[in-house]
């Protein structure tokens, strides 16, 4: 493959896999529910949450995989076996098997959502890999713009399966086209074994790294933003503002910020850098998390919808704006663990993200006050974790091999990281 657009739409279609398989089930869930003679939050708890920790554990180890024997078989690896946990959903008759397919589902897309990342590492750096992430980023939030609208039509035409069925489709397509297009990017001389106490060293030597381990947390919080808004938007639209049918028009709109930013960063990285795009985002976030917060207060924490609209818009057009330049400023100094970096990225992010919608989610009340509160202290911590993390070395962190873990149950000692 040589065209830069057609990787792009590739990266684009793989890593939109996860948000397919969350976004698009959302409308079908109560009929699930209702099928499987399941109470519709049981559903909706088990169908969705035991689909996340799926792709936490295929996070851990497809990565390090990714590592060991080259990105392109991880990646396909991936997509079988989420092609396998779709078949077990297509054909279930309860919502244990299900639920069971679904946890095969999510081990599986951390396949494509983290080979993908390590690919882009492979082959670019810096502000370049952030404008890429960038426009990766634009086309993927298509997928949430959309995918509740065409799943509630597919639905209502064929039934909840159909969905799966499309699941099915979209994986296969993209295996194929990794398969025929898609070259290796992790040349063998690079390659790091599988082998656990290697992995172990690996991993602590990631983790020591202040910037990077300061820029986990920073991400994990603006995601945890973003969680939390998608785990209230049912309530706040259908309960809150009364919108029901028009539910997915609302959701694409501010989910449309999100695109829009990212398509101007690409734009913009490469003139002004990735950091000062990152600040110009937290500004953002934190302006209009404010302004929602006194909006709330006025109104009791149910401001009017135009005004609801007009500043969750911005805030996550800031949220845009820093998706990708967090990931790439976390990355940089991960070319030579790219597999297992993103690994503990995706990870570690998404645990504190899911912390954090959690936490916050507690003191959900019906209003926008959480939202609210939840915008402004994730941008008000995550810069001041990101500008912590600036102060730490970006350094090039090299891996421990084999070899060298050798030398250090000997008397020799670990290599240290290249200056």
């Known amino acids: 493959m040589t065209s830069l657009r057609e990787r792009i739409l590739l990266y684009a279609g793989l890593t939109s896999l996860t948000a397919l398989s969350i976004d698009g089930l959302l409308p079908a869930l109560r009929r699930i529910g209702t099928d499987m003679a399941a109470a519709p939050p049981l559903s909706t708890q088990s169908v969705i949450a035991l689909f996340v920790l799926g792709m936490a554990i295929g996070e851990l180890f497809l990565g390090p995989l990714s590592d060991a024997v080259g990105r392109r078989k991880a990646l396909l690896l991936g997509l079988g076996v989420y092609v396998v946990g779709t078949l077990v959903a297509l054909q279930s008759a309860s919502l244990p098997v299900l639920v069971l397919g679904r946890i095969l589902q999510g081990i599986g897309v951390a396949g494509p959502k983290i080979a993908t990342r390590a690919m882009i590492r492979d082959q670019f750096e810096g502000d370049a890999m952030a404008r890429i992430l960038s426009l990766m980023f634009t086309l993927f939030i298509l997928v949430p713009m959309l995918a509740p609208l065409l799943a509630q039509g597919l639905t209502a035409l064929a039934g909840w399966r159909a969905i799966f069925a499309a699941y099915l489709a979209i994986a296969l397509l993209l295996g194929l ?74 959701f694409a709109l501010l989910a449309l910020g999100v695109g829009l930013a990212s398509f101007i960063n690409a734009r913009c990285v490469r003139r002004f850098g990735m950091e000062a795009m990152a600040r110009a985002g937290y500004a953002g976030l934190i302006a209009a998390g404010l302004a929602l917060l006194a909006a709330s207060a006025l109104w009791s924490g149910k401001p009017p919808l135009a005004l609801f609209l007009g500043l969750a818009f911005p805030a996550f057009f800031a949220i845009g704006i820093l998706f990708g330049n967090l990931n790439a400023m976390a990355m940089r100094p991960l070319g030579h663990m790219a597999g297992l970096g993103a690994s503990l990225i995706a990870s570690g992010s998404s645990l504190v993200s899911a912390l954090f919608a959690t936490l916050f989610g507690r003191f959900y009340d019906g209003t926008l006050f959480t939202l609210a509160t939840a915008l402004a202290t994730a941008g008000i911590a995550a810069v001041l974790l990101t500008e912590w993390a600036g102060h730490g070395g970006a350094a090039a962190i090299e891996p421990v091999r084999p070899a060298e873990g050798s030398a250090e149950r000997g008397h020799g000692h670990p290599r240290p990281p290249r200056a």
Do not use: H, M
Not at 194 to 222: E, H, W, Y
């Open 177 to 250: 086209w990794v398969f025929r297009r898609q070259p290796e990017t992790l040349p063998p001389e690079r390659r790091i074994p599988f082998r656990p106490k290697t992995l172990l060293a690996n991993a602590l030597r990631i983790l020591a790294s202040r910037r990077v381990t300061l820029l986990i947390g920073a991400t994990g919080l603006v995601f945890g933003a973003q969680l939390l808004y998608l785990a209230t938007a049912a309530d706040l639209f259908f309960d809150v503002y009364g919108i029901a049918e028009t539910f997915p028009a609302y």
